[in-house]
């Protein structure tokens, strides 16, 4: 089955030892720690204010798995004024913010870190801007090959369907870039768990899921969103990668607290693993 995870956006106040520690209260397996990189203090548990040998014993000694380095990288910007800006390394610039995310994810032994594509520059052609950004995650890759983390593209942007920014992840065709799919992204844009899943198949890496009604954030399993279906299909297929519960508490304080909503949460990821898993199917058809 998939690892119950959550992401620390959740809980902005919270040091990384109250995460670990809600983690293995709550009974999830893993947590995705936000950064926004060097000298930020956005986040108590960003894990650039701690030293990463302190941050790996917080969590292995509560059992909790750090998941994924999710980061705000994206390769989607043109370089202004043209000839100067790449004389002067800017076409470089989100490599370089990209690799700082990668050596830290080393450091915490943590095996992915989250990127984004994102979208092309007001009227220009969709080919035009992935062709930039493909030359970029090439670089990245390539950053990424003598440590012991991966690249995971996360959907969204002028690539929010599944088939979308996958054509990305196979024109850079590297075993170290997969797919950080979120179901919310997708289902807006018309995707359907199944046909996502099927598309991704194994280059999906992360997966992530949050629920909304009517246009807000709600709890898990309470909302619009085709969350339970998304997790029973994953459960289904096998993946044991993990499912990052987002609660975007960060950006919008007003938000229910972690303590109310994680809970519950963690409950209905385990139910609909359950539920899904090929061992619930055999014992249901006896």
Known sequence: MYRPSFSTLACPDWTLERVADAGAEYGFLGVELRTFGPGSSHLASDPVLTDEGKTRAIFSQRGISIESIATSSRFDQTVTPPVIGFALGGFEAPVRDVKLHIDLADRLHAPLVRVFAFEPAGAESPKRAMGRIVKRLKLAVDAARHSGARIALENGGGWPRAEQILEIVNEVSSPLLGVSYSMAVG??????????????????????????????????????????????????????????????????????????????????MYEWGAVGSPTHKAVAAV
Request: with cysteine; net charge negative.
């Open 187 to 268: 289902a807006r844009a018309g995707d359907d768990a199944p046909g996502a899943l099927a598309a991704l198949g194994d280059r999906l890496l992360l997966a992530r899921m949050k629920d909304h009604r009517d246009g807000a954030p709600c709890a898990l399993g309470e909302g619009e969103a085709p969350c339970s279906e998304f997790a029973q299909e994953l459960a289904r297929s096998g993946w044991s990668g993990p499912l990052v519960f987002e609660w975007d508490r960060m950006w919008m304080p007003e938000l229910a607290s972690a303590e109310r909503v994680l809970p519950a949460a963690a409950e209905r």
